[in-house]
């Protein structure tokens, strides 16, 4: 290596990660199949094999010859270009988290994730969490393992590098800041608003069923009308909605229950903005590090402009209600269930609930303000996985002045934890902060946003999103594409203001 000209040293790098990601790639569609259409016996042979690969791509992540390459490229970094360089930056952080861990924790914590999603999912159905925990409490000891070796590579705390792996340079500095400003406002703001409700007209709910097969149609085109295209990926059924997937083959999963619409329906809209970012990225740069999404943060930025910003808005509902009276209004529905202004209530009602997913985005940060001091307490070693059932009803009847009848709708509600994925909630209502930034500067530069949107067409809204976040991939950091966007780094003023205008207007 050491006879290598530096120009071919980058280069090499540029191989070595995609083969690297050809691999995550495999795995994102392995994992959808694993959690969509495969049988349950079948989990043992395919944690085996999320394993082996994850081995597989750690070996390469972790050849000495990387760290060599990289230091060569790093000292003639004036050579390469801005994508490049970002590129570089990239790769350098992926190598440290790679390198931070041995094989073994690697493959213990693949192959116990796997196990551990699979148990929650019998576990949640027949509301025992004790079937869970022991599995649960394993794989907690192993993430604490990697969160300690990760943190000492990285000069930084155990959650903060788990932090990292979803939204990179994210601190809980910054989280703390920003949850803390919305605890200031949420708890005034959110009774004003439901005693607002209370004084508007009653809502008339939809009466069922609601068909599948309709609820998945209807979806199906609004999906369309978004501007997902159904050659280059697929809608199917979970036992959570998430979207999976690779630019060319993106997948949206949700969940259906005919007793009622609006929770499968704004399921689907969300992940087809996850979808839709997982499209735009850089086509130039597929295959390497910079060509990715820029961590989980943005990604749910993308997911909530469209299910919150601009499918919950006024002008959506305008064009929503039609088909969904087409679709669903029938003899028995009860009087002006299905007219613009109960839909309206419908869409935008404010009500403390005990299901994050279905929450609004009111008390969504609650949820998600509770996870995550939660999920900080049990990597701190504060709190136990035995302890979590009483902590978490403890939290929510803090919070949201509601507990939870049982653990299925309580803490083991999400798959997260159980998918080993602790560090990823913040993210939510960080994605959320910056929808509203985003949402903000593009009705700013297109004025005519609300009246397309009135009429089905979302496209001001998706081409200035593909133009100003999607095409840049991960060649910023999180702060700096929000100023290069909208003029100002994360903050909680414009979902406030949001808020204010939604649901509180003057």
């Known amino acids: 290596m050491t006879d290598t000209p530096l120009s071919a040293a980058y280069s090499d790098l540029e191989q070595r990660f995609a083969r690297a990601q050809h691999i995550d790639d495999a795995l994102e569609l392995l994992e959808w199949d694993h959690a969509t259409m495969m049988p349950d016996g079948g989990a043992p042979a395919r944690a085996q094999q999320m394993s082996t690969l994850r081995l597989i791509r750690h070996e390469l992540m972790t050849d000495p010859a990387l760290g060599e390459l990289l230091q060569r490229a790093q000292s003639d970094i004036a050579t390469l270009d801005d994508w490049q360089q970002a590129n570089l930056a990239a790769m350098r952080r992926a190598w440290v988290h790679a390198a931070a861990l041995p094989a073994r924790l690697v493959e213990a914590l693949s192959h ?6 699979m148990i929650w999912r019998n576990a949640r159905e027949a509301n025992d969490f004790p079937a869970l925990a022991p599995k649960l409490a394993e794989l907690l000891q192993l993430t604490r393992e990697a969160a300690a070796a990760k943190a000492e590579h990285l000069n930084t705390t ?62 199906s085109r609004l999906m369309t009308s978004l501007g997902f295209d159904f050659t280059h990926g697929r809608l199917d ?24 619409f609006l929770q499968g ?23 390497q590090p910079v060509g990715e999404a820029l ?47 109960n839909i309206k209530r419908l869409f935008q009602q404010v009500k403390p609930g005990l299901i ?25 070693g504060d709190l136990a996985i035995a302890e979590l059932p009483g902590a978490w009803n403890e939290g929510m009847s803090r919070l949201l002045g509601i507990s939870p009848p049982d653990d299925a709708d309580g803490c083991m509600q999400d798959v997260h934890w159980p998918a080993g994925l602790f560090g990823y909630f913040p993210t939510y209502t960080l994605g959320a902060l910056a929808a509203s930034q985003f949402m903000a500067a593009a009705q700013a530069a297109r004025p ?31 702060n700096a594409l929000l100023e290069k966007a909208t003029g100002s780094p994360l903050s909680s003023d414009a979902y406030i203001q949001h808020l204010k205008r939604r649901y509180l207007p003057d």
């Not at 704004?266 to 597929?286: C, F, I, K, N, S």
Request: hydrophobic content about 35%; glycine content about 6%.
């Open 295 to 341: 961590g989980m943060t943005l990604h749910e930025s993308q997911s909530l402009i469209i299910e919150m910003q601009a499918c919950r808005s006024d002008a959506f509902i305008h064009y929503v209600t039609p088909q969904l009276a087409e679709t669903f209004g029938k003899a028995g529905n009860g009087t002006g269930a299905w007219t613009t202004a």
């Open 158 to 219: 155990p959650y903060n590098a788990l932090l990292d792996a979803f939204d990179p340079g994210m601190t809980t500095d910054t989280i703390d800041r920003l949850f803390t400003e919305l605890e200031s406002f949420l708890p005034t703001f959110l009774p004003q608003v439901i005693e607002r409700q209370r004084s508007q007209p009653k809502l008339v709910m939809p009466a069922g069923p609601f068909p599948v097969e309709a609820q998945r149609a209807l979806a």
């Open 356 to 380: 994050r997913v279905y929450a609004d985005e009111v008390t969504y940060p609650l949820h998600v303000i509770l996870r995550y001091r939660l999920e900080r307490a049990l990597i701190a």
């Open 112 to 117: 116990c994730a796997a196990e551990c999603e």
């Open 448 to 478: 005519d946003m609300p009246d397309a949107i009135a009429k089905g067409d979302f496209t001001p809204l998706t081409d200035w999103l593909r133009t100003n976040v999607h095409r840049y991939g991960s060649k910023y950091g999180t």
């Open 265 to 287: 329906l704004m399921a689907v809209l969300h992940e087809t903005g996850h979808a839709l970012y997982t499209r735009g990225l850089p086509p130039d740069w597929q295959g």
């Open 237 to 260: 059924v979970s036992h959570h909605p998430f979207s999976s997937g690779v630019p060319g083959d993106v997948r949206v999963t949700t969940r259906y229950s005919e007793d009622e």
